[in-house]
């Protein structure tokens, strides 16, 4: 599916409407597009530029500047394993070597289900918790061969669908002022406080633990990361 479908449609034209100049919805829109696809493709870059009366260069040049957005298609989830100096100290690399064993692909390769795709990252900026993993962006800290190995196999089994989003969709993307997240009614929006006017520290981020065992606990630091769209929610959750 190349083009926006008619629910992200929407979402995109909400989107413009935020702003005094279309071409400023750029970058959020091209979240929404990745979240449908799982990456850019030309389709629907051109689609993008269309409706923001851009050419498709100029979607993609400034696209291509940013590491979060992929030109090919990628798996499910993008497992990208820290291996800068901190997470080095304390591991890192004999970590990276079980996950390549255990998902049977080096990085940079998706599994054959198309279900994970390997990087070897740079810092994080979660060396406290070194060695660190990131999945579509979400954060998990002190990672070892076993509670990696616990990690995707509670991504297997769809346990961190709320936590973990496929394709790497950003939370403040989802949460643009106005808008309500994806298939959310506005009751349900102002419930979960994914709809306008609610910053982060209302959702209870905790992944549900497996009957049994525990669960590597995700810090969705995604959700610091800030767009132009949504800085007004920023700076609104930060007030006192
Ligand atoms: S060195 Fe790994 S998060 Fe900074």
């Not at 279900?115 to 660190?132: I, K, Q, R, W």
């Not at 089994?157 to 973990?164: Q, T």
């Not at 506005?186 to 009957?211: M, N, Q, V």
């Not at 525990?214 to 609104?236: G, K, Y």
């Amino acid at each position: 599916m190349p083009r926006l479908n008619p629910d992200n449609l929407q979402r995109a034209l909400d989107l413009i409407a935020l702003y005094p100049q279309r071409r400023s919805a750029l970058i959020p829109i091209l979240h929404v597009l990745q979240e449908q696809d799982g990456f850019l493709s030309e389709d629907g870059m051109s689609h993008v530029g269309e409706l923001l009366g851009l050419e498709a260069v100029e979607v993609r040049g400034t696209a291509s500047f940013y590491d979060m957005f992929h030109f090919e298609p990628v798996g499910k989830y993008l497992v990208a394993v820290c291996t800068n100096i901190a997470c080095m100290l304390q591991g890192a690399y004999r970590l990276l070597e079980h996950v390549e064993e255990r998902l049977g692909v080096a990085p940079g390769a998706t599994t054959e289900d198309g279900m994970f795709t390997l990087e070897d990252a740079e810092c994080l900026a979660l060396c406290g918790n070194a060695p660190c993993v990131t999945v579509n962006w979400r954060f998990f800290g002190d990672v070892d061969p076993d509670r990696f190995d616990i990690l995707i196999d509670d991504l297997r089994a769809g346990r961190l669908d709320d936590e973990v989003p496929p394709h790497g969709t950003l939370t403040r993307v989802r949460r643009t002022a106005g808008l309500a997240a994806a298939g959310a009614t506005p009751t349900e929006a102002a419930a979960t406080g994914s709809g306008a006017g609610r910053g982060d520290g209302g959702a209870d981020r905790s992944p549900t633990p497996a009957p049994g065992r525990p669960v590597v606990p995700a810090l969705d630091l995604s959700t610091r990361r800030t767009t132009t769209a949504t800085s007004v929610l920023d700076a609104a959750h930060l007030e006192p």
